[in-house]
């Protein structure tokens, strides 16, 4: 369904809601919804749901107490993560826009949008070097017996040492300790061809630059018709990786040294509660997993109807999202158990975050399981899947955001393509930075600086402050209740005022003072330029907020500071005929 607005105006509100001026717009504007709503689930399910919830969520859990880290988890989650997912659903819903625009509920501050839309950009063109990984992975587990189970390969070393003889390191572990799996010499050697350090980058691998435009091929297919497709495609790409993750799982649990692995995975362990990292941890994966603090959600919001219930749905999405961060930590230990038994080493030293869990841990797993090929391509699809999903999303999130903001130019169907094509070919040689010699260190500092938890916190705290503070959280509960047809409970409230910019707040501070310097594999340290590189990521759409507020604020009609006020946070709304 199309949302035709032909004679939609955008109505400046004073702070009692009535009407101060109206200014029609220039030519009739089209603007898609959702064709069911069962879309918008769907995709806020893809895009909620990554690659965060299997290589992060498990490790964190085991790192932080086991099954004690679910109690901050969860009280993060109710009063951080779950009322900035709705809000930002709700206001996308209520504005019809998408993450620029629909700051014009307080305008002033509209520099949220501008900065999450900064850093939705950034995150688009490394999140998808992981595919880029991960496609790379699938064709080569067409090969026959996977090829990082052995060490007769041309990019294989003397110090490369096979199952065989890993499953004698206790009567040789003083030979074996300076050699190398063949599994981790694939991944540096052969995937990555990685250099010494970023100040080394080298030549481009020919394989990932290849394997990236293939992925960057599929997302534009996907995206240049806009949720008319996207929408479409999440039916499949949601679903199926569920259903690879109870094959995974099964298979998991049937191995010898399941349970162990799984018992260490949910072992609680209370003394961990009184450390501040375990509730940093916590707090920040629960930003990262529920993507928010992107412009993404606001997005997938303004396609809703104007009256859909989006309380319901993004109830189901946030229990889905949970829910699977946890049954994918049982399928993921499940392996790692089998993987220590099977190395005679504990399980802790086969557990890891990041890259490492998808690219290290689980090929060694496959290469010592019977069919390793069909489990090897059965795991990496899901990988691509699951990630494709997030892409998806995030491609349409920014792309939302710019046409929104210049709808008589981009609106138009060929131009809104073209952006789009232009977009991805930008995205595209900016990741081929990525998939040099020295790409994982380029990766790195993207990963650890543009989208990473000081950012995204930082911006949760602003989004919770205007709408509860500057918008007014009670008009805003007003908004919610036309939309859905009754009124909601208090505690979104509270956390809006008082919870949510405490949380955010709080955890960023510690985890700023607190966060160790970027390193890779803990023994190569970054130099200061490249440092200074991340820090610039970081900043400069932090910066946004403050610089756009006062330029704003300034440059408002009004004599005194009271009047230049009064109109930079008066909320300019449509007045959508269609509703």
């Not at 993450?99 to 839309?117: H, L």
């Not at 007769?152 to 206790?170: E, G, I, Q, R, V």
């Not at 995206?223 to 094959?247: D, E, H, Q």
Request: charged residues 15%.
């Amino acid at each position: 369904m199309v949302d035709y607005t032909c004679e939609e105006q955008c109505t400046e509100m004073n702070e009692n809601g009535s009407q101060l001026k109206t200014e029609p717009q220039k030519q009739c504007i089209e603007r898609e919804k959702w064709s069911k709503g069962i879309e918008f689930v769907l995709s806020g399910i893809g895009f909620a749901v990554g690659l965060g919830n299997i290589w992060r969520f498990p490790y964190l859990c085991y790192k932080n107490g086991g099954g004690a880290f679910l109690l901050p988890y969860f009280i993060c989650l109710i009063t951080g993560g779950i009322p900035i997912f709705f809000l930002e659903v709700g206001l996308g819903q209520f504005m019809s826009e998408g993450g620029i625009t629909a700051w014009n509920i307080c305008p002033a501050f509209r520099g949220i949008g501008y900065g999450t839309t900064v850093i939705c950009f950034l995150l688009n063109t490394y999140y998808i070097i992981i595919l880029a990984w991960a496609f790379h992975y699938f064709v080569n587990s067409f090969n026959g017996e996977p090829a990082w189970g052995k060490c007769n390969n041309p990019w294989n070393t003397d110090t490369c040492f096979n199952s065989a003889l890993s499953k004698s390191a206790n009567a040789n572990r003083s030979n074996i300790i300076q050699m190398v799996d063949p599994v981790v010499e694939y991944w540096e050697r052969k995937v990555l061809g990685i250099s010494k350090g970023i100040d080394d980058v080298g030549d481009l691998q020919w394989e990932l630059a290849g394997s990236l435009l293939v992925v960057w091929i599929l997302v534009y297919l996907c995206v240049r018709n806009g949720i008319k497709t996207s929408g479409k495609v999440v039916y499949f790409t949601a679903i199926f990786p569920y259903f690879m993750l109870t094959v995974l799982l099964v298979r998991g649990v049937t191995l010898d040294g399941a349970s162990e692995g799984i018992k260490f995975y949910l072992k609680p362990d209370f003394s961990k509660l009184g450390e501040a990292q375990v509730w940093i941890d916590a707090g920040t994966q629960i930003f990262f997993s529920y993507a928010i603090a992107l412009g993404c959600m606001t997005a997938l919001g303004s396609y809703n109807e104007y009256n859909n219930n989006f309380i319901k749905d993004c109830i189901f999405i946030s229990v889905a999202n949970s829910c699977t961060s946890l049954y994918s930590g049982l399928a993921v230990f499940s392996v790692l158990g089998f993987m220590a038994k099977e190395q005679g080493v504990p399980i802790a030293d086969v557990a890891e975050s990041g890259p490492g869990l998808v690219f290290l841990a689980y090929p060694k797993a496959i290469t010592q399981m019977k069919w390793a090929p069909v489990w090897s391509v059965l795991f990496f699809f899901m990988i691509i899947l699951m990630g494709l999903d997030s892409q998806f999303v995030g491609v349409e999130g920014f792309v939302t955001a710019i046409v929104d903001l210049f709808p008589s130019t981009l609106r138009n169907p060929r131009r809104k393509e073209m952006f789009i094509l232009i977009t991805s070919i930008i995205s595209y040689c900016i990741g081929l930075t990525m998939v040099t010699n020295g790409g994982m260190y380029v990766f790195q500092v993207f990963d650890y600086y543009a989208a990473s938890g000081m950012v995204l916190l930082w911006f949760c705290f602003f989004e919770s402050i205007v709408i509860a503070h500057f918008y007014g959280v009670d008009k805003f509960y007003a908004n919610i209740a036309e939309m859905i047809g009754y009124k909601l409970n208090s505690w979104l409230r509270y956390c809006w005022l008082w919870f949510t910019p405490a949380l955010t707040m709080g955890i960023l501070l510690f985890s700023t003072a607190s966060s160790p310097p970027l390193t890779y594999n803990r023994t190569y340290t970054y130099p200061k330029w490249a440092l200074a590189i991340g820090w610039t990521m970081a900043l400069v759409p932090m910066m946004i907020i403050p610089v756009y507020f006062f330029s704003y604020l300034l440059t408002r009609e009004g004599i005194s500071l009271t009047q230049k006020w009064k109109a930079a946070t008066r909320p300019i709304l449509k007045n959508n005929l269609s509703r």
